[in-house]
């Protein structure tokens, strides 16, 4: 089974700082890699997804995530962020196969980042 | 287009009693999933629903239970609530396989008590 790890459950940075958020995944098979974001009493947003294409990803709100499979990470970061970037990010990978009808997103612990004014 | 519409949005429930949630998806998605998200266990996987069958099931007593419609609205049904059923229940839509990605819900808050 898969398994994702966030490192670091709580982040805090100031308004126009580089933030980067880190995930690593457990399979040798690159999966489909996905980020999320969730706004307090909100469901979850897809921030960007990684699909066997280019390495990097870019999403939306300015943010991207760069795929390195020899380190199976998928790193989110975010050049300069803002006070409306504050909110639970994410990281999840899909385990299974569609034709195989066994396909679903298994999620890592998230991280709460907090931008400090 | 119209995103995927869960109610109620909040719920309270007494230990013992049941409960349904409701979902209703993206138009044209055939595939609605439940994920539950706690703050001990985060999000877990509960099933998926393709074409009105259950195509995948998580790790979750048989008090979780769901189906889906022709139309392709789901539901949810949890017998015999107890305490550690106070979760935030999502659905989740999407049109095939994961690459595709999901679309979630904003979910259903139901408590327990």
């Known amino acids: 089974a898969q398994s994702v790890t966030q490192l670091g459950s709580h982040v805090s940075v100031s308004e126009g700082a580089l933030v980067l958020l880190r995930c690593n995944y457990s399979?040798?098979?690159?999966?489909?890699l996905f980020w999320y974001v969730q706004y307090p009493n909100q469901g979850l947003q897809l921030l960007l997804k990684y699909t066997s294409a280019a390495t990097l990803v870019k999403g939306i709100n300015g943010f991207e995530a760069e795929f390195k499979k020899s380190e199976t990470s998928f790193h989110l970061r975010k050049p300069s962020v803002h006070i409306s970037d504050t909110a639970e990010y994410f990281c999840a990978v899909s385990e299974g196969r569609w034709d195989f009808g066994n396909e679903k997103l298994t999620f890592g612990t998230g991280t709460r980042l907090t931008i400090i004014p | 287009k119209a995103g995927v519409t869960q109610t109620p949005r909040y719920l309270i429930k007494t230990r013992g009693q049941q409960v349904t949630l409701s979902c209703s998806p993206i138009?044209?998605?055939?595939?609605v999933s439940w994920y539950q998200q706690t703050p001990g266990q985060g999000l877990q996987f509960l099933f998926e629903y393709f074409s009105e069958t259950q195509r995948n099931k998580g790790n979750f007593p048989g008090r979780f239970s769901g189906r889906q419609f022709s139309n392709s609205r789901s539901e949810m049904n949890v017998s015999t609530l107890e305490l550690g059923d106070s979760a935030l229940y999502l659905c989740a839509s999407r049109l095939r396989g994961l690459d595709y990605g999901y679309t979630f819900g904003s979910g259903t808050r139901l408590t327990v008590v």
């Open positions: 399979s040798s098979v690159p999966p489909y």
């Open positions: 138009s044209g998605h055939r595939s």
